[in-house]
């Protein structure tokens, strides 16, 4: 086989691998932008207005890179607390990477805003809890490893409140107004409303059953995607075999060997090429006719979808879990 076949096969081995590759989807470029202008306003001093870009970035396409550069915003801009929080999270994905540079850089950061956040300790008056009891912090639920501890917040107004059914609602409210404050707020037994003492254990309770949340499986997702993109390059190859074949067919011609008689060696040469580049073509369609009935079985073989209903049941005789499959 000549140079020249050589070049033209391996420019079409590129073509097709270039064909499979993925290309950045929306979400992905959109995301880039957002960290590319939290940068720049980063830079210009800015950092109120960068945040916002660098957690929408984040949203759009985690990433290390983007998780550091909005832990140092939250930083400048005082939310130590958020600051805090993304460093350690940062500290373990640089760990589980093999970022070892961005691993330590993280940990030193982290370590040294531990002394300078914020903090409020929840507290609960001695006594039995009654059922349904719950700490809020501004609307969303304490963990019960929470209450008790030190935990890191933010600069501003925090709300705090305990509640359960047929109890008049704990509500205090907390102003965290700088750095290394350490406020308590201590949450006494909560107090019968006037509609009526709450249940006791010996009351039938029911409960209402909460939505039942569907998880949707699709077993196939995946060998259909390949089947695409292996078929995609079957469609490149089969193309690209032709369009050699074509080429090969008129360089042959062009030798003007009559019946396979060459007049002159330079002819012979020339037939001998047209012929090899015709060789080339059809291995490199074959090949893609190949591919073009691998990405079909692919498709056509995939799993069917399905879905899994999981719904908790309650009542007075007991609680249990209900599951429900769709195939």
């Known amino acids: 086989m000549s140079g020249q076949v050589r070049a033209i096969a391996t420019i079409l081995v590129c073509a097709l691998a270039s064909t499979a590759a993925a290309q950045p989807s929306e979400a992905v470029k959109k995301?880039?932008?957002?960290?590319?202008?939290?940068?720049?306003?980063l830079d210009s001093g800015d950092a109120a207005a960068a945040c916002p870009k660098f957690e929408e970035s984040q949203r759009l396409d985690p990433g290390l890179g983007t998780l550091l550069n909005l832990a140092d915003c939250y930083e400048r801009t005082g939310r130590l607390a958020s600051a805090l929080t993304a460093f350690r999270s940062a500290e373990e994905q640089a760990r589980g990477l093999g970022e070892k540079k961005r691993e330590v850089a993280a940990a030193d950061r982290a370590r040294a805003l531990e002394s300078r956040v914020s903090r409020v300790t929840i507290t609960l008056a001695p006594g039995d809890r009654p059922a349904g009891f719950e700490?809020?912090?501004?609307?969303?639920?304490?963990?019960?490893?929470?209450?008790?501890?030190?935990?890191?917040?933010?600069?501003?107004?925090?709300?705090?409140?305990?509640?359960?059914?047929?109890?008049?609602?704990?509500?205090?409210?907390?102003?965290?107004?700088?750095?290394?404050?350490?406020?308590?707020?201590?949450?006494?037994?909560?107090?019968p409303t006037t509609a009526g003492p709450p249940p006791d254990d010996h009351t039938p309770i029911d409960v209402p059953s909460p939505p039942r949340p569907t998880a949707a499986v699709d077993p196939g997702a995946g060998r259909r995607r390949l089947g695409l993109v292996v078929g995609g390059v079957g469609v490149a190859g089969l193309g690209a075999g032709?369009?050699?074949?074509?080429?090969?067919?008129?360089?042959?011609?062009?030798?003007?060997?009559?019946?396979?008689?060459?007049?002159?060696?330079?002819?012979?040469?020339?037939?001998?090429?047209?012929?090899?580049?015709?060789?080339?073509?059809?291995?490199?369609?074959?090949?893609?006719?190949?591919?073009?009935?691998?990405?079909?079985?692919?498709?056509?073989?995939?799993?069917?979808?399905?879905?899994?209903?999981?719904?908790?049941?309650?009542?007075?005789?007991?609680?249990g879990v209900v599951v429900v499959g769709r195939f």
């Open 135 to 191: 700490v809020r912090r501004n609307g969303a639920a304490v963990p019960a490893l929470d209450v008790g501890r030190s935990i890191a917040v933010d600069p501003g107004t925090i709300t705090i409140e305990a509640m359960a059914p047929g109890f008049t609602t704990f509500r205090e409210v907390v102003d965290v107004a700088t750095a290394r404050s350490n406020q308590q707020v201590d949450i006494p037994v909560l107090t």
């Open 31 to 41: 995301a880039d932008a957002l960290f590319q202008e939290g940068r720049r306003l």
């Open 242 to 319: 032709i369009a050699i074949g074509l080429v090969a067919k008129g360089r042959y011609a062009d030798a003007g060997c009559d019946g396979g008689v060459c007049a002159t060696s330079a002819d012979l040469d020339a037939a001998n090429d047209a012929r090899s580049l015709g060789t080339v073509g059809t291995i490199v369609g074959g090949v893609g006719a190949v591919a073009i009935a691998a990405g079909a079985v692919l498709w056509l073989t995939a799993p069917k979808a399905r879905s899994l209903e999981v719904a908790p049941t309650a009542s007075a005789d007991g609680a």
